[in-house]
């Protein structure tokens, strides 16, 4: 008898398989160039890479009154909306699960004083990540590029990824939009079913080929999680620390506005926690082939009388190529 867990199984291992040939097609001759331009969009639109929705994954984090963690919460302690009907859930799970995560860093001109500080923070965010993470990164200017990772798509090392980091110098001005909608397309290569943006940046858009409309679908039906590090508040015409603001919130994540670049370590820490620390959420959305933006809504009880605050995304968009499920826990 074929369960439904190998039946998944098999349909990751297909999924993956084909992911392994595209990453190595792309990588391949990523060793041979250095071109600031990525093919990796077109590649993966030429190849289809695509997975049947079966599961809507949410990603839950909920605190109290003063903005702690509350763990030890169970699949009865939540309720699942979707477009105002309550759901099945379907997956549950509360522990420190792996991610695929992407690094996009601004390498703008304005960005040449503060990229060695960067670094060092995304060294930090890594190295106090998950072990089990895959990470990759994402540097942008006027183009994009998926930086080579010592000739892999993917790495948990700190060191390698700080590397990454430094390895382009800061010039030009800032395609956010084309490295947002690169660092998307990416994640769907990753093997983990929880995912999210690392942006950094200290200016808006003021290169880019795609629109905000767009990044905003891609990031719906990808199910990923962003989060944004603005380095604002100088005097730079083309700062729109709103950009980052409604990338994070339209899908879950938080952006963080520091008064200094020394602070971005801290910061660092603390968006790699609020990924250790999140409940994920699953349930089989009732589409019928509608393809339209679906409004989420998660409620959850806590133990007595205590008021809890939920945060997540505020729906999906139901796709081919967005995340299928995973094996059903408790």
Do not use: C
């Not at 808006?204 to 795609?210: I, K, L, R, V, Y």
Request: charged share 20%; aromatic share 8%.
């Amino acid at each position: 008898m074929v369960t439904q867990q190998s039946q998944n199984a098999g349909r990751h291992g297909r999924v993956w398989g084909l992911a392994a040939l595209v990453a190595a097609f792309v990588f391949g001759s990523w060793a041979s160039s250095s071109r600031w331009v990525s093919s990796f969009s077109e590649l993966a639109a030429q190849a289809k890479i695509s997975v049947a929705t079966e599961v809507a994954l949410l990603p839950v984090r909920v605190t109290d009154a003063s903005g702690k963690f509350v763990s030890g919460l169970t699949r009865e302690n939540f309720s699942v909306y979707d477009n105002g009907r309550l759901q099945k859930i379907s997956f549950f799970q509360q522990a420190d699960t792996p991610v695929t995560v992407g690094l996009l860093v601004d390498h703008s001109g304005s960005m040449a004083p503060k990229l060695r500080q960067v670094a060092a923070a995304l060294y930090e965010f890594a190295h106090t990540s998950n072990p089990s993470d895959e990470m990759f990164v994402v540097n942008f200017s006027d183009g994009v590029a998926l930086q080579p990772l010592d000739g892999k798509p993917f790495t948990n090392d700190a060191r390698v990824l700080e590397r990454a980091v430094t390895a382009v110098s800061a010039s030009g001005q800032t395609a956010l939009y084309d490295a947002v909608v690169e660092g998307l397309h990416h994640l769907q290569l990753g093997t983990l079913d929880k995912k999210a943006l690392l942006i950094v940046s200290d200016g808006g858009d003021n290169a880019s080929q795609h629109r905000y409309a767009e990044v905003l679908e891609l990031a719906r039906q990808s199910q990923a999680v962003i989060y944004a590090i603005g380095l604002v508040g100088g005097t730079l015409e083309e700062e729109n620390p709103g950009v980052l603001r409604r990338l994070a919130k339209d899908t879950g994540g938080l952006a963080f506005f520091p008064e200094s670049v020394e602070s971005v370590i801290e910061i660092s820490r603390a968006i790699a926690a609020d990924l250790r620390e999140q409940y994920t959420i699953g349930f089989t959305p009732e589409t019928k082939g509608d393809a339209s933006f679906r409004k989420v809504l998660v409620k959850v009880t806590g133990p007595g009388r205590q008021r809890l605050h939920v945060r997540t995304r505020p729906g999906y968009t139901p796709a081919e190529h967005a995340a299928s499920a995973p094996g059903n826990k408790t």
